[in-house]
């Protein structure tokens, strides 16, 4: 990376995150420090939910998930502006007039204090996880590709996001977050527009369609049915839903970007913000991805994309091996290029068949070369997806343009991890240290306990994300910690918001036999047989809390009714 380019990189970084810390330095109540003095107008509330959703391996591996599968990955988020318009209609007022800190508050208003501490707990579990993989994701991909030493990375990113979370609270997540979200949708057109006046010349912006489509590229949606694929039009519709529920509905990373909105209307429209312009969003980072892949069939690719890895085995005694199977592949190019020409001038199903048989040919080269590098060394990570538009970012954009796009992934990273930060720190001072600890304080002294607190959880997420390595599938892993916990999480709320006559025991007790069936789901039917996706937990776990809950409901006619506790009492 030029001089320019760190230049760039670093004083975007600086400035921001300065303009973040100065902005909202001295936020001593809180109102402030947990829901930013409800000041938040509608497009910052829309900018902070995007940002907080959008993590650094949203832009690192969206684009590479295309480049390899097409844009499919778009319809897993169809049912996501329905789940939206629930949360605005039910949800959010209900939060407000309450005037929670926190969406767990709300459970012993309607509870008991035992059902809002679990709540809370499951939270914390899996968030805490999460925040660790936001932070690891992102510093594993740029270290490797980078050169850069992988804990001075994690560190780094995290330290950051420490900094302006601890200062500043909420306002300051969503003040670094509005100027973040610009950066990242600035860099995404400048890549956008650049891809298009890399494609070569001789062809039309209609003859490239006609290319992605041969390869498969353009297809979106997937209508077979199928329990085990996450990304089809069934599991779009009918499990999907429960995890955007329950994520912007009970998840405090999101519920805190929507509360602290300056009204319930501030706060629906920031939602339905993004009800409009998530889809589109993502079809427009699935879309680069397509155009990534365009590039590369008129430019030789690389074998595989985590270029460190290919010089790791060209110095190894698989080097020769290697090699052969390289030069395979550059063949196979060369013969890519005639045939993408006879398909662009003639779209014959002959002609497409062949740039299929190319393509194929090409994949079977890559497992063969993934297989000498697990023979090389089994703990490399041979799915080189999120590797893909880094390469192509390092590799191709201009002098300074790969500073600010560098500053992007950074961004993304820190935005994530603010959120989450700010969102842990919040539920355990709110619901667990003020609520149980120290009943009586005043508002400095839960204000500073909270930046303790956030401080803690900044460090809890560093080291988890430092050990990173000694676990195998941890992305995915804390992927499916978040599905085991969210269903039972929203069951819980939807038995609060619609089933009146259920009351305290019979949901807490509801919830705990359904976590435990959904884990004996996972270890049974997710991870054992493998037989369905963990997505659907997200929908077992609702319908077991409310079955559960019910039922008990029917053998406890003396549980407890409704409680009316405030903030104050």
């Known amino acids: 990376m030029s001089g320019i380019d760190w230049f760039i990189m670093c004083t975007t970084m600086v400035l921001v995150v300065g303009y973040g810390v100065w902005k909202t330095r001295e936020q001593n109540n809180m109102e402030s420090y947990f829901l930013g003095g409800n000041e938040a107008k509608w497009w910052t509330v829309g900018l902070s939910v995007m940002a907080t959703q959008a993590s650094a391996i949203t832009f690192l591996s969206t684009p590479g998930q295309a480049y390899y599968d097409g844009m499919g990955f778009v319809q897993f988020y169809f049912a996501l502006p329905l789940a939206l318009i629930i949360i605005c209609i039910t949800f959010i007022p209900i939060f407000y007039k309450l005037k929670v800190y926190t969406a767990y508050e709300f ?212 080097a020769e091996e290697g090699e052969k199977i390289i030069d395979e592949y550059n063949l196979v190019h060369e013969n890519k290029l005639e045939a993408h020409s006879l398909y662009a001038a003639n779209p014959t199903i002959q002609n497409k068949q062949k740039v299929q048989g190319l393509l194929k040919q090409e994949s079977k080269l890559r497992d063969e070369y993934r297989g000498i590098i697990t023979q090389m060394d089994k703990s490399v990570e041979t799915n080189d997806k999120d590797y893909v538009f880094i390469n192509f970012i390092l590799n191709q954009m201009p002098r300074g343009l790969v500073g600010l796009l560098l500053a992007m992934i950074f961004f993304a990273a820190m935005s994530s991890t603010a959120s989450e930060l700010n969102a842990l720190a919040s539920t355990t001072s709110v619901d667990f240290y003020k609520r149980i600890v120290v009943q009586e304080a005043t508002d400095r002294h839960y204000v500073i306990a909270s930046k303790l607190l956030t401080l803690f959880w900044g460090i809890v997420a560093i080291l988890f994300a430092s050990i990173g390595t000694l676990f195998e599938n941890l992305i995915q892993f804390v992927n499916i910690v978040g599905s085991i916990f969210y269903g039972t999480i929203l069951g819980v709320f939807l038995v609060a918001f619609y089933l009146k006559k259920i009351k305290a025991n019979s949901v807490f007790f509801g919830a705990v036999l359904t976590q435990i069936m959904v884990f004996w789901v996972y270890l049974e039917y997710v991870e054992g047989q493998k037989i369905i996706s963990f997505l659907w937990l997200n929908l077992i776990g609702v319908v077991g809390v409310i079955s559960f809950s019910s039922i008990l409901q029917i053998f406890m006619p003396g549980d407890k009714g409704l409680i009316s506790l405030s903030r104050n009492e």
């Not at 499951?122 to 996880?129: A, E, I, K, M, T």
């Not at 804990?151 to 200062?167: D, E, F, K, P, Q």
């Open 107 to 318: 459970l012993e208003n309607r509870f008991d204090l035992k059902t809002r501490s679990v709540t809370a707990f499951l939270f914390l579990l899996q968030r805490g996880l999460a925040t660790g993989i936001t932070i690891y994701a992102p510093a594993i991909i740029l270290s490797s590709v980078m050169g850069w030493n992988l804990n001075v990375t994690t560190i780094v990113i995290g330290c950051i996001a420490i900094l302006y979370t601890v200062s500043g609270g909420t306002k300051a997540v969503h003040v670094t977050h509005k100027l973040q979200m610009i950066i990242i949708l600035i860099g995404l057109f400048i890549i956008f527009f650049l891809l298009l006046g890399y494609l070569p010349d001789e062809y039309s912006f209609n003859d490239m369609l006609h290319i992605a489509g041969a390869s498969d590229k353009l297809e979106i949606i997937d209508t077979k049915f199928d329990l085990k694929d996450r990304y089809n039009i069934w599991t779009s519709f009918i499990a999907a839903p429960f995890l955007f529920l329950s994520y912007f509905g009970t998840d405090q990373s999101q519920v805190q970007r929507y509360i602290s909105g300056k009204s319930v209307k501030e706060s629906r429209m920031g939602l339905m913000m993004n009800a409009l312009l998530k889809v589109p969003l993502q079809f427009f980072i699935l879309f680069i991805g397509v155009l990534v892949f365009l590039f590369f069939q008129f430019n030789r690719a690389p074998i595989f994309f985590n270029e460190s890895v290919v010089e790791q085995v060209r110095f190894s005694d698989y």
